[in-house]
């Protein structure tokens, strides 16, 4: 792009990523001041206007368009939102802002048939119009595991999110034991494969729903996870998106979310505190014990700790908060914490927090082809 092309609401509408944008940006200010030590005012805010952290959130098969639908209907997140199914019923009565309809000749717009071979298919056989699609600085992917679209295809929808050099963190449903050793291989298999392409990885077993009420009813259960999963979403998004009192920038959320090793890690839980002493105590512990994914604080080795209150949030609550995570993980763990005012809370504080380290076991068991955890349903 020469000078005289340069367009800076093209640019910010672009979907080169971030680094791009900021070079150009950089380039034209060098062009345009080149006897100038300084930055000016000008092009502070040019790159205030291109440098927003691009999300996608996408939602693949029957669950995941669920999901993205859910949120969209909550109507509390600003952001993109894709459906990418191969059945075109249950795509066009699901609520997102794109929708993508896969596999036309492998699939006719009737479903996977619980297939994985033909969801992967499906996906390849529109694997440019999916790239296209994925060209964002950050992208969510959630989706149920153990059928054929979403077990299929999301791997693959990953691999082209990160060949668009995009953050790729991934939220899955594992079937319930009780839908029989197919299902849950099928599941393992396309955790595997997903394993590979993903920064940040958290599987939610359906099993764990039966911890809240053996007696839920379905609907319920199924609205629990989809809650789960967009309070999980949104929370990251209003770290990378939002200025705080104590600030989280994007590059400290990038080093929590990147990935480590052979396998993708993650933990995060959230959780709302009436401020009593106690209670501070309390939900600061469960933050980093979410009962839905079980994971082991001692192997966190990154962690933010983000604190949401109104204008009467003390100094000696949120130290009280952070000394309780803290000493929830190990001692030579980098944690880093934000605090942002939100009036709606009244006098409840919210506390998120995101770590990197502990692996699911059900990631575990996909990378070694090995069966997965029974769940522990003895407290039933």
Do not use: W
């Not at 509390?76 to 896969?102: E, R």
């Not at 595991?145 to 963190?169: D, F, H, Q, W, Y």
């Amino acid at each position: 792009m020469s000078d005289k092309d340069f367009d800076l609401i093209e640019l910010a509408k672009s979907r080169s990523s971030v680094r791009t944008r900021f070079n150009e940006i950089a380039r034209q200010n060098q062009s345009t001041n080149k006897s100038l030590n300084l930055d000016s005012d000008k092009y502070l805010s040019d790159l205030l206007k291109v440098l927003k952290i691009k999300s996608l959130v996408v939602g693949v098969g029957g669950a995941g368009n669920n999901t993205i639908s859910r949120m969209q209907d909550i109507g509390t997140i600003d952001v993109d939102t894709l459906n990418v199914n191969t059945d075109a019923h249950d795509l066009y009565y699901s609520n997102a802002k794109q929708k993508l309809l896969i596999g036309k000749d492998t699939c006719n717009g009737l479903g996977s048939g619980n297939d994985p071979i033909v969801g992967a298919t499906a996906a390849e056989e529109d694997i440019d119009r999916i790239s296209e699609v994925l060209k964002a600085d950050v992208v969510f992917i959630t989706f149920g595991l153990g059928g054929g679209t979403g077990t299929g295809s999301a791997p693959i929808i990953a691999r082209e999110a990160k060949k668009n050099k995009a953050m790729v963190v991934s939220f899955c449903s594992i079937p319930f034991l009780s839908e029989g050793n197919e299902r849950r291989i099928r599941a393992r298999k396309g955790l595997n494969e997903l394993a590979k392409y993903s920064d940040t990885l958290i599987p939610i077993p359906n099993d764990n729903l039966l911890r809240f009420n053996q007696d839920l009813p379905i609907l319920t259960g199924f609205k629990i996870m989809d809650e789960v999963l967009i309070r999980c979403i949104r929370e990251i998004l209003n770290l990378i998106d939002n200025c705080g009192l104590i600030n989280i920038d994007y590059a400290d959320v990038k080093r929590v979310l990147e990935k480590k090793g052979e396998c993708p890690s993650g933990l995060i839980g959230i959780t709302e505190s009436l401020g009593e002493d106690a209670d501070l105590i309390k939900k600061a512990k469960l933050a980093l014990n979410n009962p839905l994914l079980e994971p082991d604080p001692k192997k966190v080795d990154r962690c933010i700790v983000s604190l949401s209150g109104d204008h009467q949030l003390s100094l000696s609550k949120v130290d009280r908060i952070i000394s309780t995570i803290t000493n929830e993980i190990p001692d030579d763990a980098s944690l880093k914490f934000g605090t942002s005012l939100n009036p709606m809370l009244g006098s409840k504080i919210r506390i998120m927090a995101l770590g990197r380290g502990p692996i699911s076991p059900y990631v575990q068991a996909a990378v070694n082809d090995s069966e997965f955890p029974r769940p522990n349903l003895n407290h039933l």
